[in-house]
């Protein structure tokens, strides 16, 4: 194999190709890329298993061939040779890359020991815009789950009904979005990795292009132009969100969400390092009441309000009050609760397309 090439352009393939590298596994081509030289140009594989991400580019190619490199090493390598010009090229030696008046030589493994991954998925399918795709993921992928304990949760369920609705939860929160679909292949539902999801979001460029999501006996695949991801999703029951979203509410408070943001940032400066990370809200007589106490200080703030309901005192975790309502788009989000040991949601004021639920914390000091 040999092909010569901008080391910009391969820098950014081989980065992005890299993201799906194992990181600790026993099997040491599960760390490596596939580079395969033809003659359309060449193309980067990596696969960790769960998820697969293949890259194409162009490159002058002189002798056809394949082999797998390190990933992580492999990329930053290259990230240090974006002003080269790049000749790449394999002996019985292993991977030798050329620039300028230097060479240098990375082991490679035999291309045969890499996994198949397989690249045929279209049974069914949905179609929308790059950037409602991005935009859902952006509203929900964060309140996935980031430990083992409950693997499904790791993931966002993704149902095709009218629209895209997408549920996450780690199990003291919980996002729920939806955006709009042009077509797809009948009503279906899946649990896409968060991990996935972040990858694609990174791969989304153009907000008005439409993109397709292919899906078929437990895969998915999307791609756009020179990029394509390939994973495995998630199998099980995910939660019933019909069964923990409140249809009523005892007390309601509408803020500007901006306003609220910078008291519970700066409320939830004296509090950082603490195990649960706890603010509390007062709302009631046109305002809510945000303080926090730690051995170092405490934080007593008033935000203007229109409130509805009953007066309520309420504890949570900031990050996730935070997480909220910086998702949120709008001037003003509306606060919705049923006491204060009861999940509480939040929304935009006008397009309730969007809603965030949040555990409280009983007994807060």
């Known amino acids: 194999m040999k092909f010569v090439c901008d080391g910009m352009s391969l820098s950014e393939a081989v980065l992005k190709t890299s993201k799906a590298c194992a990181v600790r596994t026993t099997a040491p081509v599960m760390e490596c890329i596939k580079i395969t030289a033809g003659s359309d140009g060449i193309e980067l594989l990596a696969t960790d298993g769960e998820l697969s991400i293949r890259k194409t580019l162009k490159a002058e190619v002189f002798e056809e061939g394949e082999a797998c490199v390190p990933g992580k090493l492999f990329a930053d390598f290259i990230g240090k040779l974006t002003d080269e010009e790049i000749t790449v090229r394999t002996d019985e030696r292993g991977l030798e890359i050329g620039y300028g008046d230097s060479s240098s030589y990375l082991q490679a493994l035999p291309a045969e020991e890499f996994p198949k991954i397989d690249l045929e998925i279209g049974e069914n399918y949905f179609v929308m815009k790059q950037g409602s795709l991005k935009k859902i993921i952006a509203e929900t992928a964060f309140c996935c789950a980031q430990d083992d304990s409950r693997p499904i949760l790791k993931g966002c369920l ?21 955006q709009e679909i042009l ?183």
Not at 158 to 178: H, I, N, V
């Open 158 to 178: 993704f149902e095709f009904k009218d629209r895209l609705e997408a549920t996450a939860l780690d199990g003291y929160r919980l996002a729920l979005s939806s």
């Open 183 to 365: 077509g797809k292949s009948g009503e279906k539902s899946i649990i896409c990795p968060a991990r996935t999801l972040a990858e694609i979001s990174r791969m989304l460029e153009d907000d008005e292009e439409e993109i397709t999501v292919y899906t078929q006996g437990g895969m998915m695949l999307v791609g756009t132009g020179d990029m394509t991801i390939v994973s495995r999703l998630y199998q099980g029951d995910f939660i019933r969100k019909e069964s923990v979203i409140p249809s009523s509410f005892l007390t309601e408070a509408t803020l500007t969400r901006l306003e609220l943001v910078a008291s519970v940032e700066r409320a939830a400066i004296l509090i950082r390092g603490d195990k649960n990370n706890l603010i509390t809200l007062e709302i009631g007589g046109d305002a809510v009441k945000i303080t926090s106490n730690s051995e170092i200080g405490n934080v007593f703030e008033t935000v203007g309000a229109a409130t509805n309901g009953k007066d309520l005192t309420i504890s949570m975790n900031a990050k996730y009050l935070l997480d909220a309502l910086k998702a949120l788009g709008e001037e003003e989000c509306v606060l919705s609760f049923n006491g204060a040991i009861s999940p509480f949601i939040l929304q935009n004021k006008e397009k309730k397309d969007t809603l965030y639920l949040i555990l409280p914390v009983r007994n807060a000091q």
